[in-house]
Every structure is written in structure tokens, then in C-alpha cells.
């Protein structure tokens, strides 16, 4: 070996020495991202970069801090379908101390689905919608509904009364505070049959929590719930009767099937809103 090659592989060897103990200056290896913020499907693309005068490198490990990996030198695409921050790592040659870790490069966010869904209620023509995916405490969202012949609504859920018995497209987008949007949409179908929602969850997450009943303001209704053992449990009067679940006097009731009769006080001669079976509340 000559005196040559000898000092060659002696600088090198001081390189990756200044190199592990932290330099920047003669850093030898790295590896860049194509991007290191976004939403689910978060797709990054790697590529290592290569600075020494003299490749040694054999083996590449890299580990993309979400249990994907790639034993590819530039790996492909790389698609992240969960929120959180990532810590990529790239091990070079199998060995611990020729391995570069980036901690927290990524932050991915998670791209709420626009679900939905509907059902009727009492009112002739009217639907109960609702966004049903699951939000984040610490994010913002804006939803916003395009209901076909009806219009634009904001909110989470909706109650949408139909001008007619027919087919309409039904438009959801959800967006957040950080840019992360998604849609669905369906068509629903509007029938003549006048149905009621037979469950019910009350327990305050904010998707279906109410047995609800209206007649638009048109008749006074009555709405009167008994327990399986045919005790009164709840009743209600009013144009909409709204029910969360819990006796006439504040209780909670316990999970269960419950049997409900509800018919209008005064002016509806068609008996449209005479009607009664059985519900069930979970919680």
C-alpha cells in the first residue's frame, strides 16, 4: 500500500470522527426531505446525499419513524396515513455509529374524512345530517354542507327540511386550521314515509345525543317514553320536543329498550304524526 493511499484512508477515518462527534463543517453524509409538513396521505419523498470523496458506503437502513422501512439507497415515495410527528433515521454499513437520526423533522396531520350520515324524522321532508368521523381537541374545523335545491349550511349536524319528495345531491366538506380538507358526497333519497330514529346515544360527544321530534311549529305534539316494565318515564309537549335521555326529573336512564308513543295534541287530521314503537338509548 502506498504512502498515499495510507494518508487517504487516514483523513478519511478523522472525517467521520469530526463527523460523529457532532460537525457540521465535514459532515460526510446526510439526507434531505421533499417536504416536512402536511396532511394524511402525507407523501415524502428521501434522498441521500453523499459528500465524501471516497464512497464506503454498502448498506443503507433507513427507518421512517412510523415502522415503514427501506433498504434502498434513494427509497421511493414514502406515504404517511397517521398524524404526529416523525424522527426519520438512516443507518449506514449496519453500524449504530454511522447512523443519522432527525428528530421530530416531521409533522403530519390527520385529514378528518368528510362521513357522514342521515335519517329521517318526524317532520315530513326533514333529515337529521351528521359529520361522524372523530375530531381533534386542539384543531379547528370548518364543515360546510351543499344540500342540492336547499343550500349552504355551516355546522356539524343539520336539520334539513326538503322542498319535495325526490333524489338530491349532498355535498360534505371538512377543512382545519391547518389546511387538511377532505369530501364525500351522496344522494339521498326523500320518501313520502314519515320515519322515526329507533336509537339514540346520549353521551355528550356531540353525534346523535337527542331524540328529537318536531312538526315544524305546524301542530303541538306530545311525545310520552316508558321503560320496559311500562312506567312513564319521560314526557314532552311541544311543536319540537327535544329528549337527551333522562327522566322528567333529571335523571339519567340507564341503557336499554324503551317504548315511545307520540301523537299531535290538536290539528293533524291525517294522523301524520300518531306514532309509536320501541327506541333503544345507549350510552
Not at 433515521?89 to 403530519?108: A, F, H, P, Q, Y
Not at 364543515?143 to 322542498?163: A, H, I, K, M, Q
Not at 346520549?202 to 317514553?225: A, C, E, K, Q, T
Request: proline share 2%; charged share 20%; glycine share 8%.
Amino acid at each position: 500500500m502506498s504512502d498515499m493511499t495510507v494518508f487517504k484512508y487516514r483523513v478519511q477515518g478523522i472525517l467521520w470522527l469530526i463527523w460523529a462527534a457532532g460537525g457540521s463543517l465535514f459532515a460526510q453524509y446526510n439526507f434531505s426531505v421533499s417536504q416536512t409538513e402536511g396532511c394524511t396521505p402525507f407523501k415524502v419523498k428521501y434522498r441521500f446525499i453523499n459528500n465524501a470523496t471516497v464512497d464506503t458506503i454498502r448498506s443503507y437502513l433507513w427507518n421512517f419513524g412510523d415502522g415503514q422501512t427501506s433498504t434502498e439507497k434513494d427509497p421511493d415515495t414514502v406515504i404517511y396515513t397517521t398524524g404526529g410527528k416523525f424522527s426519520p433515521s438512516l443507518k449506514l454499513n449496519g453500524r449504530d455509529d454511522l447512523t443519522i437520526t432527525r428528530t421530530n423533522l416531521l409533522e403530519v396531520h390527520r385529514t378528518v374524512e368528510a362521513q357522514f350520515r342521515y335519517y329521517d324524522t318526524v317532520t315530513y321532508l326533514s333529515y337529521v345530517f351528521e359529520h361522524t368521523d372523530v375530531l381533534d381537541s386542539n384543531v379547528t374545523y370548518t364543515f360546510t354542507w351543499n344540500f342540492e335545491d336547499v343550500g349552504v349550511r355551516t355546522g356539524r349536524w343539520e336539520l334539513v327540511t326538503f322542498p319535495r319528495v325526490d333524489s338530491f345531491h349532498v355535498t360534505l366538506s371538512v377543512s382545519d386550521n391547518y389546511g387538511c380538507e377532505s369530501e364525500s358526497e351522496k344522494l339521498v333519497i326523500i320518501n313520502e314515509t314519515i320515519l322515526v330514529q329507533n336509537v339514540f346515544t346520549p353521551n355528550g360527544d356531540n353525534i346523535n345525543d337527542f331524540f328529537m321530534v318536531s312538526s315544524n311549529g305546524s301542530y303541538p305534539l306530545s311525545l310520552r317514553v316508558f321503560n320496559r316494565n311500562g312506567v312513564m318515564v319521560y314526557k314532552g309537549e311541544g311543536s319540537t320536543i327535544t329528549w337527551d335521555g333522562r327522566s322528567s326529573s333529571g335523571q339519567e336512564l340507564i341503557t336499554g329498550v324503551y317504548f315511545y308513543i307520540l301523537e299531535a295534541l290538536s290539528g293533524d287530521p291525517i294522523k301524520r304524526y300518531d306514532k309509536n314503537g320501541l327506541i333503544y338509548l345507549y350510552r
